[in-house]
């Protein structure tokens, strides 16, 4: 009995038992609800089969969207203070921060790297969202400020993706601050007579819409994307009126002038290389820094 208990009624049970499938396998698109395979969302650049909605996409992602096969170097900021007002809500800022470099293992919400564009050598900036919401403090601001400055030296041109809610509340004044810093450093591309991209992701809110987000020579966004200052609901309670269908999506601004295109993700790197050289005045500047490793720091241009 206890043989036939023990060994043969388990296994007919696994027989007709169910598999259950890994929790990671699907996913729901937020949009029109279709469970996507996982394989097919990174395959097509988190965009969805069935309702073409644009989902979050990671820096690292990113960076394969825009670089393709091509390696890159990422840029290594200079350390700031972690946590300079020794902030604390619910949680202290210290374990905020430290949660949300597990979480993305990332050290903040700005990455910048340096590579080819279909061929077109650029530096690019990626605002991750993911990192408490894409908030601008003192240590993106200090990567996104070391990238234009990289970028100037280099003669290269900079194309930046946002996606952000705005400043970070943690950080006080000394966010606020990131917002003028940022704009005057990007005065060094008009200078030296350089492109400056943007390319506008979900969502791109508060004081990067205010600030480095709205100067570019282009401004090109993501179908869908939420592009504001503050939000519609913010905004309705304030003016108490009812807002537009679609009010401050990607579409509604491109109607009305805020930006210059809307492009589905599978088409950016294309025309981003084609801007590019149309802005550089030439057929194409080919990389020379093919070879490099994707975690190396960037070298530090020579001293003129």
């Not at 917002?179 to 200078?191: D, Y």
């Not at 050289?277 to 994707?294: E, M």
């Amino acid at each position: 009995m206890n043989w036939i208990k023990n060994v043969v009624r388990p296994k007919i049970r696994g027989v007709f038992q169910k598999r259950s499938a890994p929790d990671d396998l699907w996913k729901t698109c937020p949009a029109c609800k279709a469970m996507l395979f996982q394989q097919d969302l990174k395959k097509s650049f988190q965009v969805c089969g069935e309702c073409g909605h644009h989902m979050r996409l990671a820096p690292v992602e990113r960076f394969r969207l825009l670089f393709g096969d091509s390696s890159y170097d990422r840029l290594t900021p200079p350390k700031v203070p972690a946590d300079p007002l020794r902030f604390r809500d619910e949680k202290r800022y210290r374990d905020r921060l430290k949660a949300a470099r597990e979480k993305t293992g990332a050290e903040d919400a700005i990455t910048v790297a340096h590579g080819a564009i279909m061929d077109v050598e650029c530096v690019v900036a990626v605002q991750d969202f993911a990192f408490m919401g894409g908030s601008l403090g003192m240590a993106a601001g200090e990567a996104l400020v070391e990238g234009v400055s990289w970028a100037a030296e280099r003669k290269v041109p900079l194309l930046v993706v946002t996606s952000s809610g705005g400043a970070r509340m943690q950080e006080g004044i000394l966010s606020l601050m990131q917002l003028p810093r940022t704009l005057a450093a990007l005065q060094a591309l008009s200078e030296a007579v350089l492109p400056y991209l943007v390319l506008l992701a979900h969502p791109t809110t508060g004081g990067v819409t205010a600030s480095y987000g709205m100067v570019g020579d282009v401004h090109m966004a993501e179908p869908g994307a939420l592009i504001g200052f503050a939000g519609p609901r913010v905004i309705e309670q304030t003016i108490r009126e009812k807002l537009p269908k679609g009010f401050q999506s990607a579409e509604y601004l491109l109607d009305h002038g805020m930006v210059d295109m809307v492009v589905p993700r599978a088409e950016q790197p294309e025309i981003l290389a084609r801007l590019l050289r149309l802005f550089l005045n030439r057929s194409g500047r080919v990389s020379k820094r093919r070879v490099a490793k994707h975690d190396s720091a960037f070298p530090k241009p020579a001293q003129q």
